[in-house]
């Protein structure tokens, strides 16, 4: 029994480090976002300065500091992917203490069908290596509602240093996100209060408030100290308010957006989610915890006008749990080998990765070719027959976390092989180091916006506009170019297939 314990331990720590940490060099960053935020965390960094995020020498509002100051321990520490080691370093960490306290809470059999069913969903990885800010807000205010599951089964003395964790947690969720954090809690703790209102008082006393102001008011204070009025204005107003509200920040989508999100980053594993039952997930003050989590934080993010995919990303644990209950409580194995059957577009996905993060997804599919797409089926029907077996034939206690296995083993392979490629035609990392002669050279031309941020971020912001200073060179194009300031895109591809 020890030795099968440890043999699943380390299987589990191998699968995890390979689909979280060993892909993380193979690609450089990607996207309008990760080059400013990295570039924020080396200012940080160089400057010594955690107090004021600065952008290409302007202050930045947008957002808080945590992750900045993630990516400035990351940089002091000599990692090239400074921001996105950290983010996956903590995803990690979360997944380790969602068991734990899962396990405390419930039973192993719940903790590790939870634990295998979010380590391997396709939201959570997805972003799990991001620099980004959605995963740290995630994993910060789901390891604070966690704290608060004896709670909210009605324990009538609530653990104090369960409440002061929630609190501290709950703050370090505001360094992160802002206010997104608190309403997130708030959606969860509702039914509780509501039923007892006298209950809010365990999480509104100094036991959960002393903490959550001792962690996040002094960076608040003195970002307001130093820089004024603007800050409020630029991050309460307008990143709060504005993109809650206003279809200014040009992220509009329509209040379904979330439904076919959500289906998607709970692959593999959306059918046991379908499959889920009222009684599941009302039948006991923990799931109706869970489930006002889950619903409250679904219902808040779809009312906003602005929303991007990652925005769903702290509805995801409640859900697993729940899933998880629901298999414990009555294992469905054929909505378990539905799930694993998903598993054949894996490495259709892979293939798609790369043209869909320069093109777009609808623009991707243009360039598979018939081999690529042939790979991509072959293997996809191996890998879900393999897991589909495992679902269907193993026991119960099993069948989940061997059909994570072979997801976990898919999605580390896919990245691998995506990641570069991807990097080469969404970023900016390849494009600089290989024509470095040219580069010094050159100007930056016609490029679209993530291709200028990561143009900046990589040379230290020291390559100038062509219409301000026109060279030899100029770097153009979707994907970029270095090409001869005389000839044209077209002809350059020509001469240069």
Same mark, same amino acid.
């Given at each position: 029994?020890?030795?099968?314990?440890?043999?699943?331990?380390?299987?589990?720590?191998?699968?995890?480090?390979?689909?979280?940490?060993?892909?993380?060099?193979?690609?450089?960053?990607?996207?309008?976002?990760?080059?400013?935020?990295?570039?924020?965390?080396?200012?940080?960094?160089?400057?010594?300065?955690?107090?004021?995020?600065?952008?290409?020498?302007?202050?930045?509002?947008?957002?808080?500091?945590?992750?900045?100051?993630?990516?400035?321990?990351?940089?002091?520490?000599?990692?090239?992917?400074?921001?996105?080691?950290?983010?996956?370093?903590?995803?990690?960490? +979360?997944?380790? +203490?969602?068991?734990?306290?899962?396990?405390?809470?419930?039973?192993?059999?719940?903790?590790?069908?939870?634990?295998?069913?979010?380590?391997?969903?396709?939201?959570?990885?997805?972003?799990?290596?991001?620099?980004?800010?959605?995963?740290?807000?995630?994993?910060?205010?789901?390891?604070?509602?966690?704290?608060?599951?004896?709670?909210?089964?009605?324990?009538?003395?609530?653990?104090?240093?369960?409440?002061?964790?929630?609190?501290?947690?709950?703050?370090?969720?505001?360094?992160?996100?802002?206010?997104?954090?608190?309403?997130?809690?708030?959606?969860?703790?509702?039914?509780?209060?509501?039923?007892?209102?006298?209950?809010?008082?365990?999480?509104?006393?100094?036991?959960?408030?002393?903490?959550?102001?001792?962690?996040?008011?002094?960076?608040?204070?003195?970002?307001?100290?130093?820089?004024?009025?603007?800050?409020?204005?630029? +991050?309460?107003?307008?990143?709060?308010?504005?993109?809650?509200?206003?279809?200014?920040?040009?992220?509009?989508?329509?209040?379904?957006?979330?439904?076919?999100?959500?289906?998607?980053?709970?692959?593999?594993?959306?059918?046991?989610?379908?499959?889920?039952?009222?009684?599941?997930?009302?039948?006991?003050?923990?799931?109706?915890?869970?489930?006002?989590?889950?619903?409250?934080?679904?219902?808040?993010?779809?009312?906003?006008?602005?929303?991007?995919?990652?925005?769903?990303?702290?509805?995801?644990?409640?859900?697993?749990?729940?899933?998880?209950?629901?298999?414990?409580?009555?294992?469905?194995?054929?909505?378990?080998?539905?799930?694993?059957?998903?598993?054949?577009?894996?490495?259709?996905?892979?293939?798609?990765?790369?043209?869909?993060?320069?093109?777009?997804?609808?623009?991707?599919?243009?360039?598979?070719?018939?081999?690529?797409?042939?790979?991509?089926?072959?293997?996809?029907?191996?890998?879900?027959?393999?897991?589909?077996?495992?679902?269907?034939?193993?026991?119960?206690?099993?069948?989940?976390?061997?059909?994570?296995?072979?997801?976990?083993?898919?999605?580390?392979?896919?990245?691998?092989?995506?990641?570069?490629?991807?990097?080469?035609?969404?970023?900016?990392?390849?494009?600089?180091?290989?024509?470095?002669?040219?580069?010094?050279?050159?100007?930056?031309?016609?490029?679209?916006?993530?291709?200028?941020?990561?143009?900046?971020?990589?040379?230290?912001?020291?390559?100038?506009?062509?219409?301000?200073?026109?060279?030899? +060179?100029?770097?153009?194009?979707?994907?970029?170019?270095?090409?001869?300031?005389?000839?044209?895109?077209?002809?350059?591809?020509?001469?240069?297939?």
């Amino acid at each position: 029994m020890i030795r099968a314990r440890a043999s699943a331990t380390a299987i589990a720590a191998a699968l995890a480090v390979g689909l979280y940490l060993l892909p993380v060099p193979y690609r450089g960053l990607v996207g309008p976002d990760e080059p400013r935020y990295a570039s924020i965390a080396r200012e940080m960094s160089e400057s010594g300065d955690l107090v004021t995020p600065v952008l290409w020498g302007e202050p930045w509002f947008e957002k808080p500091a945590m992750l900045f100051w993630l990516g400035a321990a990351g940089h002091a520490a000599g990692l090239e992917a400074y921001t996105r080691v950290p983010v996956a370093l903590l995803c990690l960490g +979360f997944l380790g +203490f969602f068991r734990w306290k899962l396990r405390r809470e419930f039973d192993s059999v719940t903790a590790n069908a939870a634990t295998c069913i979010l380590a391997t969903s396709a939201g959570w990885v997805a972003y799990s290596d991001a620099g980004v800010f959605d995963a740290p807000v995630t994993v910060f205010v789901s390891a604070a509602l966690l704290c608060l599951l004896p709670w909210a089964r009605g324990q009538e003395t609530p653990n104090r240093r369960a409440t002061a964790w929630f609190g501290a947690l709950l703050g370090l969720g505001v360094l992160s996100k802002g206010l997104v954090a608190p309403a997130v809690a708030l959606f969860a703790v509702l039914p509780v209060v509501a039923r007892r209102p006298r209950r809010a008082l365990d999480l509104w006393g100094p036991r959960a408030l002393l903490p959550f102001l001792a962690v996040c008011l002094p960076w608040y204070l003195a970002c307001y100290l130093r820089n004024g009025s603007v800050f409020v204005e630029e +991050f309460l107003v307008r990143h709060h308010w504005d993109r809650f509200l206003n279809s200014s920040l040009q992220h509009v989508q329509p209040w379904w957006f979330f439904v076919p999100v959500l289906l998607v980053f709970l692959l593999p594993w959306t059918p046991l989610l379908l499959g889920c039952r009222a009684k599941t997930m009302w039948c006991d003050p923990s799931q109706r915890f869970l489930s006002c989590w889950a619903l409250g934080s679904f219902v808040f993010f779809s009312a906003s006008v602005n929303k991007l995919p990652a925005y769903i990303l702290p509805v995801l644990p409640p859900l697993a749990v729940l899933m998880a209950i629901q298999w414990k409580a009555g294992p469905r194995r054929r909505l378990l080998a539905a799930g694993a059957c998903t598993l054949v577009l894996v490495p259709l996905a892979g293939a798609l990765i790369p043209p869909a993060l320069a093109d777009g997804v609808t623009r991707a599919w243009a360039d598979l070719t018939p081999g690529s797409l042939l790979r991509g089926v072959l293997g996809g029907f191996a890998l879900a027959g393999l897991a589909g077996f495992a679902a269907l034939k193993a026991r119960p206690s099993l069948a989940v976390p061997l059909v994570a296995a072979v997801t976990a083993l898919a999605l580390a392979l896919i990245k691998l092989e995506a990641y570069p490629p991807a990097s080469r035609v969404a970023g900016t990392r390849e494009l600089l180091a290989g024509d470095p002669a040219s580069l010094g050279q050159a100007c930056i031309g016609e490029v679209r916006r993530h291709t200028g941020y990561g143009l900046r971020h990589y040379t230290r912001d020291t390559i100038p506009s062509c219409e301000d200073e026109p060279r030899a +060179f100029r770097i153009e194009g979707d994907p970029p170019l270095i090409v001869p300031n005389s000839r044209t895109r077209q002809e350059a591809r020509e001469e240069d297939p």
